[in-house]
């Protein structure tokens, strides 16, 4: 059975860091692109940060590029989000999701998800 | 442009048939995914693709494309229906992107 479960939110005041982590269990961690995104309360989904399989490929959002490092341990299983000088605009809970392997389909396909982790940002 | 765009809320009489859009640019090139999200639970993929269910979800959901308009159709639509739906894809710049979320309230 897949399994991602996300930890490491909490409350932390503005300016200061948190790193969230990701275990991923039930399948072979190291063939999977990973993504996180978040959604902040009463909102949607947005978006964060993608790294491919080997870790060399990573993107982000504009709105947190230069503050979030997105990284991955193959040998422990595990998915990372540092994220530094956060904001009151990064209140949100945040998903880990993997994105499905597939040759025949252009775009994105997140199969599976965490349950996510509230972070809250507030002094 | 890398944005998609959602119907803020949409609503279908029980047993009716329902089709929830999504806008953009990218999609002319990279097909959709759709998620449906209900109150206190994580997103759940019900589309990809061309046409694709995974496992588990129902064959009352279709999904289908044309030109930059991407589209969740459910057939027959149930009260556990009622939720919160996302389409996703990637822009040119390999970036990933969600719409805005279509409320659907089946009645």
């Known amino acids: 059975e897949v399994k991602l479960v996300e930890s490491g939110g909490g409350l932390v005041q503005p300016g200061r860091s948190l790193r969230l982590s990701c275990a991923a269990s039930?399948?072979?961690?190291?063939?999977?692109?990973m993504n996180w995104v978040r959604q902040a309360p009463g909102k949607g989904l947005e978006w964060v940060s993608y790294i491919s399989s080997s870790g060399s490929t990573i993107y982000y959002a504009d709105s947190v590029k230069g503050r979030f490092t997105i990284s991955r341990d193959n040998a422990k299983n595990s998915l990372y989000l540092q994220m530094n000088r956060l904001r009151a605009e990064d209140t949100a809970v945040y998903y880990c999701?993997?994105?499905?392997?597939?040759?025949?389909?252009?775009?994105?396909?997140?199969?599976?998800w965490g349950q996510g982790t509230l972070v809250t940002v507030s002094s | 442009s890398s944005e998609l765009t959602q119907d803020p809320a949409v609503s279908v009489a029980l047993g009716q048939t329902v089709r929830i859009t999504c806008q953009g640019d990218s999609l002319r090139n990279y097909y959709a995914s759709w998620y449906q999200q209900k109150p206190g639970q994580a997103p759940l993929l019900v589309i990809y693709?061309?046409?694709n269910r995974p496992s588990g979800i129902p064959d009352r959901f279709s999904g289908s494309s044309s030109g930059n308009t991407a589209s969740l159709t459910i057939t027959g639509a149930q009260a556990e229906d009622e939720a919160d739906y996302y389409c996703?894809?990637?822009?040119?710049?390999?970036?990933?992107?969600f719409g805005g979320g279509t409320n659907l309230t089946v009645v």
């Open positions: 996703n894809s990637r822009d040119s710049s390999s970036k990933r992107v």
């Open positions: 039930g399948f072979i961690f190291s063939s999977y692109e």
């Open positions: 693709g061309k046409n």
């Open positions: 999701a993997r994105e499905e392997i597939s040759t025949l389909v252009r775009g994105v396909i997140l199969g599976y």
